[in-house]
């Protein structure tokens, strides 16, 4: 551990600011690759099952 | 020994396979993902030394540097598919160089934004011209070119087959692209010092890097295959497999 | 062409195609101004945006007159293969026995006609107008003649894959752009060298390099983007 103290991880030597800024960012890029396509499958199935049900109700 | 080759390379012709084998390297790279992108986050932010000349700004590398490997190579790849696309017919490879621009697009601007964070308290600018730092934007542009000619093509094996084109075009540049924008580099302003190259990095500073590097291909790997799916079911709604397997999904 | 049993060879194919094409631009002479004019204008743009002081327009002169250049034939891309698409001459193209990439070729050669060499011919007097260094002015033609044939040769594959789409023309730009960014910067880097009083021979050579690389590759690239737009 290389730091003594919570507030000097958040402190980081004065830094802090631009370390958080860019963890925040590779944390907001990753979610965003899982979220996205996530929301887009379960509107993709969605879409595909109610496309599905009235096909059959046409037969 | 060639005919079991063949009979491997021609399973990727299916997507039906693909999709379901797919679901089984997503397990294996989603447990590897978890454990090695936390792990190298901490040991990165809280365990490793500070540097002596950055200070604890240093820790941006965790981010900046994986995310700009995995920009770059991820553009290789969708080459690498446009040419298996355009050469073998593969619907799998559109497929795939569909689902990884805008990934690749999304760690491009990462590198970028982290590098520009980075910048600020180690040459006292949000940005320098630096050669690093403008081919990756450059790169930015040219995943931004792919994702715009997929979208403007309404048909969805002409998009693959253009798109493929302008990958292949575009990775026989990126070369180029970083030589000259290296010399121009030299030409403009001669020994700034760089980010990312420093005499011999200790142990316990890069190893959380490697495991970073590591978490975020597996990640890639990841989020790329979830991509996937969703194009291959979109684009194979009409077959009796999908049909089955939206009726299943639904059902449950 | 007396005879018309016996297939036309590939020299004659490659000239009737220049030929047709710049006999086309000369028919709609407004068209092929279009870009000369947009080049004059955008270099005049620049000391007015930025600064008309002598000394600072003569260190950035190069590059202007290499920005607008760039800017002007993408200007002109756009038609490079829509007329053609558009009325179907296109697909018999394609259908000819010769090579479509050596039409293809050969419709470059007639667009770089048509546009680069003009703004190259302009060049001089724009350069003047920015107090460009007067020894300086023939490596900057120099380097134009080098670099404008690749601006066609990459912007070529970049019309071919969007002819067949209505946002063609923005299209365009966002895709051929970062593909300029080598030619622009030895374009302008040799003329700078060249002002630093630095050997300047070798860049050249590099520019000549990249005309080769393109000259080879950019015709299938540009040939197969084609057939792509054309079957859909």
Partial sequence: MSFSSLNDVIHMGGHGLYVWLSYGAGVAILSYNLVAPKMKQNALMKRLSQQLKREKLAK | MWSSFKRWFHQWGSPKWFYERSLVWSRWLGVIALVCIPA???????????????????????????????????????????????????????????????????????????????????????????????????????????????????????????????????????????????????????????LTEKPAMPMEMWLPLLIMIIGIYAFFGYALFLRSRNEIIERERRTLWVRELVERESAA | MSDRSQPLNLWQV????????????????????????????????????????PAFLATSAAGVVWVAALLATLLSLDAMFRADYEDGALEQMILTPQPLFLLVLGKILAHWLVTGLPLILLSPVLAIMLHLDESLLAILVLTLLVGTPVLSLIGAIGAALTVGLRVGGVLISLLILPLYIPVLIFGTGTVQAAAAGSEYAGFLAIQGAILMLALALAPFAAAAGLKISASN
Wanted: hydrophobic fraction near 60%; proline fraction near 5%.
């Fill in chain 3, 14 to 53: 490659f000239f009737a195609v220049v030929k047709r094409d710049l006999l086309l631009a000369f028919r709609r002479r407004q068209d092929l101004a279009n870009p000369l004019i947009f080049f004059v204008i955008v270099i005049s743009l620049f000391p007015l945006g930025v600064s008309p002081e």
């Fill in chain 2, 40 to 194: 190298g986050i901490l040991w990165g932010l809280l365990f490793a030394p500070e540097d002596y000349q950055q200070g604890n700004s240093f820790r941006i590398i965790y981010l900046h540097v994986p995310a700009a490997v995995l920009a770059q190579s991820c553009y290789v790849l969708m080459a690498a598919a446009g040419f298996v696309g355009l050469v073998w017919k593969m619907k799998v490879a559109d497929v795939v160089l569909k689902s990884a621009a805008p990934i690749g697009a999304s760690f491009c601007f990462l590198a970028l934004f982290t590098g520009a964070v980075w910048g600020k308290p180690t040459w006292g600018t949000w940005w320098v011209w630096d050669a690093r730092l403008t081919s990756m934007l450059i790169l930015l542009f040219l995943y931004f070119g792919v994702i715009a000619l997929e979208s403007a093509i309404q048909d969805a094996i002409t998009a693959g087959k253009a798109a493929a084109v302008l990958c292949i075009v575009g990775v026989v540049n990126i070369p180029i692209i970083k030589y000259s924008v290296e010399w121009w580099n030299t030409l403009h302003q001669p020994a700034t010092f760089k």
